[in-house]
């Protein structure tokens, strides 16, 4: 072991103690709030997201090139920054996610030096590739394996007081990702058997993978789905190929294994939760922002929601657009925050926060959104 | 009979059936109906294909298919519009910036300009803002539009303006942006002409900014 991955570990060792005496320090830690959210009982205060990898990754000096990309540690550690710096709720390692299993299958990628990974070649271009196919062992393969093990040692390390959100690449973005997404978008229409023949062969790989978070006491695993989303596909070919790639995993492992999310508008949601999809499994209803990506949710949105979400009695998950908070001010963060809880609760549970925070976003942004989370967050909430 | 086909060719399109709008255009050209008039056929009916995918009946797979058909026919058309000296509606040189390899939403800006009746010069992805200056300086068209995916390479849409206005080009052409992490405020406050949140509202943007910059 290197000098240099000697003090890695202990920096791991040393900011997995400092989130521990500071959760046990506080009324509840971010596992008991988070608990209270699922459950649908009143923390303390509302649980904060702030899932923030790739930033802090960046903010303690970490390149996100091949070296980092294959460096579990690092994860681990650019992960537990995250969670000590901005006091967040949950763990989540989320970094690359939609180009493991992609690589493994035979996907090339490049690993810039301050952006996420990228597909610099689909592992698949013609029906007569399916036939070379692989489904890959997450337990051996590439960075499959790293992320078992970066989940594991979170775990080890934070995971009686933090709920760590282990992820896998959900089976329609895997696909889309390995035959390239516009062409894979294309094939829906140009090719549909293709497109299944594909989503099978990724369905079978993404099941192992779930199964093997699940062999770690990972469950529920978090199943990332930016491409099957309903700003892309239509409710059909979300059903036909998101949902029923959801359905063959839930067969295959038993309900409780998973939970996914499909990223798109709400009403899309609330009709796939109210449909009995496996994806949501009660304890994820997220909130995005507007079609268009750029502007905060509307006031008859989150109300409709919250609406929505009691009459299926499950929480809501509500995240701010990155971009949002990353071009704003620390004024604006706060006012919309209070905004958002003020119309989302107290009467019903829900987390807020971030899931994703952009490189680049300045450090008073996010602060400013703890921040307000905690100051307007505070049970009894009066606003 | 050549109403049946230019109908066909519509179909076509509105379907996206690229190898169908292929085979009728060269049925279309050899009854002699004139590559111009066959292009606008083929905006109007990606028109329709605007219009569902608005009113939430089409989705990207039915744009991009659409688009393929638009992009395939225009392959066939484009030299003979050269020589009939037929004029589009204006010219756009458009690409992904540098660092950045996300092109699904330039290519449907792409097809949407093309069904605008755009003549539609594409640079691709990961563009240095020098490409686009060298592509403007050859083709002269009235808007660069550049998009960016992700937050990272956000700021290169600056630095493609900065170029522009540097080499005195941008007096000559319309800067239009877009992408994820990008909002209309940020446009503006770089200095950006228009600024689109899709593909449909892009087209829209582009000639409206033709028309401003035509005095129409």
């Excluded at chain 1, 409709?304 to 009459?311: F, I, L, N, Y």
Aim: hydrophobic share 40%; glycine share 8%.
């Amino acid at each position: 072991m290197s000098w240099r991955d000697k003090i890695i570990d202990k920096e791991i060792d040393f900011l997995a103690e400092k989130i521990r005496l500071r959760a046990e320090s506080e009324e509840m830690t971010p596992l008991q709030r988070f608990a209270c959210m699922v459950t649908g009982q009143e923390p303390d205060r509302l649980p904060i997201a702030a899932a923030s990898m790739e930033w802090s990754a960046h903010y303690i000096g970490y390149q996100l090139n091949r070296d980092f990309a294959h460096d579990y540690k690092k994860w681990v550690h650019a992960a537990l920054v995250g969670v000590d710096r901005f006091g967040g709720d949950m763990c989540a390692p989320i970094y690359d996610i939609y180009n493991i299993g992609p690589e493994e299958m035979g996907a090339e990628i490049i690993f810039p030096e301050d952006a996420i990974p990228e597909v610099r070649k689909p592992g698949v271009n013609t029906p007569e590739d399916l036939k070379k196919l692989k489904v890959p062992d997450p337990y051996k393969d590439g960075r499959m394996s790293l992320m078992l093990e970066a989940c594991k040692l979170l775990r080890e390390k934070i995971g009686d007081v933090v709920p760590i959100l282990a992820t896998v690449n959900a089976p329609f973005s895997w696909a889309a990702n390995l035959r390239g997404i516009y062409d894979y978008l294309a094939d829906l229409k140009r090719n549909p058997k293709f497109a299944r023949d594909l989503l099978e062969i990724v369905t079978e790989a993404a099941t192992g993978y779930v199964k093997a978070m699940n062999d770690h006491g990972f469950m529920p695993v978090l199943l990332a789905d930016a491409t099957a989303t309903s700003y892309l596909l239509s409710p059909k070919q979300l059903e036909d190929y998101g949902v029923w790639s959801y359905r063959k995993i839930e067969e295959a492992l038993g309900p409780g294994s998973f939970t996914g999310t499909i990223w798109g508008d709400f009403e899309t949601q609330a009709k796939f939760t109210k449909m009995g999809v496996p994806s949501f499994m009660g304890i994820t209803n997220y909130t995005y922002c507007d079609r268009t990506g750029t502007d905060p949710l509307k006031e008859e949105d989150i109300l409709e929601q919250k609406r929505v979400a009691k009459e299926l009695g499950v929480p809501i998950m509500t995240s701010l657009w990155g971009q949002w908070v990353m071009v704003h001010t620390p004024r604006e963060i706060d006012e919309e925050i209070k905004r958002v809880i003020k119309l989302a609760g107290p009467d019903w549970p829900f987390m807020v926060g971030v899931f994703y925070i952009p490189l680049g976003t300045p450090v008073e942004n996010i602060d400013a959104l703890v921040h307000a989370i905690k100051k307007y967050g505070k049970f009894p909430i009066h606003l | 009979m050549s109403k049946d086909l230019r109908k066909k060719l519509k179909d076509a399109v509105i379907d996206g059936e690229p190898d169908a709008a292929k085979d009728t255009i060269q049925e279309l050209l050899n009854t002699g109906v004139s590559p111009s008039d066959i292009i606008k056929d083929m905006c109007k009916a990606l028109d329709v294909v605007g219009k569902k995918f608005e009113n939430k009946e089409y989705y990207i797979p039915d744009l991009i298919m659409s688009g393929e058909a638009m992009k395939g026919g225009m392959e066939i058309l484009q030299p003979l519009m050269k020589a009939e000296k037929a004029e589009f509606v204006g010219s756009v040189v458009i690409g992904v910036v540098e660092g950045d390899v996300h092109d699904i939403g330039k290519n449907l800006v792409a097809i949407m300009l093309r069904g605008a009746g755009f003549e539609v010069h594409d640079l691709g992805i990961d563009n240095t803002a020098e490409k686009f200056v060298e592509q403007a300086k050859e083709v002269k068209p009235d808007i660069v539009a550049a998009s960016a995916y992700t937050s990272t390479s956000m700021p290169h849409l600056r630095d493609v303006l900065t170029e522009l206005r540097k080499s005195g080009v941008k007096d000559e052409v319309c800067y239009l942006i877009g992408g994820a992490p990008t909002t209309e405020d940020w446009a503006m406050s770089i200095g950006a002409d228009g600024w689109a949140g899709d593909a449909v509202e892009a087209a829209k943007v582009a000639s409206k900014l033709v028309n401003k910059r035509r005095g129409s």
